[in-house]
């Protein structure tokens, strides 16, 4: 099946106050109609490969072809091919939705015709049609992030790139989108996305590449990535933070694994999980500790992120410390850092 992105030996260093190597030699390949999830913790190069894939920014040295195409040497060719949603929504607030769509059509060199009816079909699409007048400064954060995805759309890209798509949305958006998303997969488009939700790659992604400090540290389908880990991974609750710590102690004792202790649970990997399971309640009772809960599970390919990178992913350490201060720092961070795609190099 041929490709339709190559990425060869991509390095890119920012330079300034402090130097950042965001890119180190990483390589992957995507066949075309197939989705490619880009996982990795916070600062590990996800987006500045999607920049210079997407033309927005050059590479210090390596290659990357989308659709056989150099994205340095054929820029104005490639930007005609792709379609990009980028981490931060590239769109205008005064404007209202279907402005900013027939904006992007503008942007793109197609008919008034053509975009008329293609604004008015994607508005349908995304759920959007009765909003599609309003200026986007009335939007919820799940509208702007569809009326960005809608915008990618637009003109029809054979290939799209999709930056932390469902970053912020609650679940019932988060799954239209997955179906959105599929549904244009099934049609040939071919997807990258960058994601930190391993739920989000399980789903959507037939390969995967996981990122750190800007090397690909591991590529494979989910399955393959999960069945590498190999082992059970044992779960144990338990009612105060004291008993977790102790509890951490005792999970040492029944393997080569190092046990992780977050909040009230405390977890290793093993080998054998029946017996480790036996001999864990066993050592347990001897310490006087009673769990709340005792589990025995297969690995979730956030296991595997957390073996891969020593994270756990922001969805889980969300879900396992909600006190909102992640969700705070991400707030915080998008305002820093959003990026100006509208008025870059990208049109
Ligand atoms: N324009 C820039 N100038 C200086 N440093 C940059 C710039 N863009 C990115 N970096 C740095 O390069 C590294 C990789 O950043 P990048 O945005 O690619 O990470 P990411 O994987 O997308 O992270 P996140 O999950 O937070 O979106 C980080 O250390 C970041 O601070
Ligand atoms: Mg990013």
Same mark, same amino acid.
């Given at each position: 099946?041929?490709?339709?992105?190559?990425?060869?030996?991509?390095?890119?260093?920012?330079?300034?106050?402090?130097?950042?190597?965001?890119?180190?030699?990483?390589?992957?390949?995507?066949?075309?109609?197939?989705? *490619?999830?880009?996982?990795?913790?916070?600062?590990?190069?996800? !987006?500045?490969?999607?920049?210079?894939? !997407?033309?927005?920014?050059?590479?210090?040295?390596?290659?990357?072809?989308?659709?056989?195409?150099?994205?340095?040497?054929?820029? $104005?060719?490639?930007?005609?091919?792709?379609?990009?949603?980028?981490?931060?929504?590239?769109?205008?607030?005064?404007?209202?939705?279907?402005?900013?769509?027939?904006?992007?059509?503008?942007?793109?060199?197609?008919?008034?015709?053509?975009?008329?009816?293609? %604004?008015?079909?994607?508005?349908?699409?995304?759920?959007?049609?009765?909003?599609?007048?309003?200026?986007?400064?009335?939007?919820?954060?799940?509208?702007?992030?569809?009326?960005?995805?809608? /915008?990618?759309?637009?003109?029809?890209?054979?290939?799209? *790139?999709?930056? @932390?798509?469902?970053?912020?949305?609650?679940?019932?958006?988060?799954?239209?989108?997955?179906?959105?998303?599929?549904?244009?997969?099934?049609?040939?488009?071919?997807?990258?996305?960058?994601?930190?939700?391993?739920?989000?790659?399980?789903?959507?992604?037939?390969?995967?590449?996981?990122?750190?400090?800007?090397?690909?540290?591991? @590529?494979?389908?989910?399955? #393959?990535?999960?069945?590498?880990?190999?082992?059970?991974?044992?779960?144990?609750?338990?009612?105060?933070?004291?008993?977790?710590?102790?509890?951490?102690?005792?999970?040492?004792?029944?393997?080569?694994?190092?046990?992780?202790?977050? $909040?009230? *649970? +405390? @977890?290793?990997?093993?080998?054998?999980?029946?017996? /480790? +399971?036996?001999?864990?309640?066993?050592?347990?009772?001897?310490?006087?500790?009673?769990?709340?809960?005792?589990?025995?599970? @297969?690995?979730?390919?956030?296991?595997?992120?957390?073996?891969? #990178?020593?994270?756990?992913?922001?969805?889980? %350490?969300?879900?396992?410390?909600?006190?909102?201060?992640?969700?705070?720092?991400?707030?915080?961070?998008? /305002?820093?850092?959003?990026?100006?795609?509208?008025?870059?190099?990208?049109?």
């Amino acid at each position: 099946m041929p490709y339709a992105i190559e990425v060869d030996n991509l390095s890119k260093t920012f330079t300034g106050k402090r130097e950042v190597r965001a890119l180190d030699g990483v390589s992957f390949t995507v066949e075309e109609g197939t989705v *490619f999830g880009l996982l990795g913790p916070n600062g590990s190069g996800k !987006t500045t490969a999607v920049r210079i894939l !997407t033309t927005i920014l050059r590479p210090d040295s390596g290659t990357a072809r989308v659709l056989g195409h150099d994205v340095v040497k054929k820029g $104005g060719l490639v930007r005609s091919l792709i379609g990009l949603a980028g981490q931060y929504a590239a769109v205008d607030e005064n404007l209202t939705g279907r402005e900013n769509l027939v904006m992007v059509g503008n942007l793109n060199h197609l008919s008034r015709s053509y975009v008329g009816g293609r %604004a008015n079909d994607l508005l349908e699409q995304f759920n959007l049609a009765d909003a599609g007048d309003r200026p986007l400064k009335t939007y919820s954060g799940g509208m702007r992030r569809r009326l960005d995805l809608a /915008a990618a759309l637009v003109a029809r890209p054979t290939v799209l *790139f999709l930056d @932390e798509p469902t970053t912020g949305l609650d679940p019932q958006s988060r799954n239209d989108l997955w179906e959105v998303i599929e549904s244009l997969v099934g049609g040939g488009t071919t997807v990258l996305l960058t994601t930190q939700y391993l739920e989000e790659a399980d789903r959507l992604a037939n390969t995967l590449a996981v990122l750190d400090h800007g090397h690909v540290i591991a @590529e494979g389908t989910p399955a #393959t990535m999960k069945a590498d880990l190999g082992a059970t991974v044992l779960e144990v609750g338990l009612p105060n933070l004291e008993d977790a710590r102790r509890t951490g102690a005792v999970l040492d004792t029944l393997g080569p694994h190092s046990s992780i202790v977050n $909040g009230t *649970f +405390a @977890e290793v990997t093993v080998d054998n999980g029946p017996e /480790a +399971a036996m001999l864990g309640l066993r050592a347990l009772d001897r310490e006087g500790i009673v769990p709340t809960a005792f589990t025995l599970r @297969e690995p979730s390919l956030d296991d595997v992120f957390l073996s891969l #990178t020593g994270h756990r992913t922001v969805e889980e %350490a969300e879900k396992q410390q909600d006190d909102g201060t992640t969700r705070r720092r991400r707030r915080v961070r998008a /305002a820093e850092e959003a990026l100006p795609i509208a008025t870059g190099e990208f049109s």
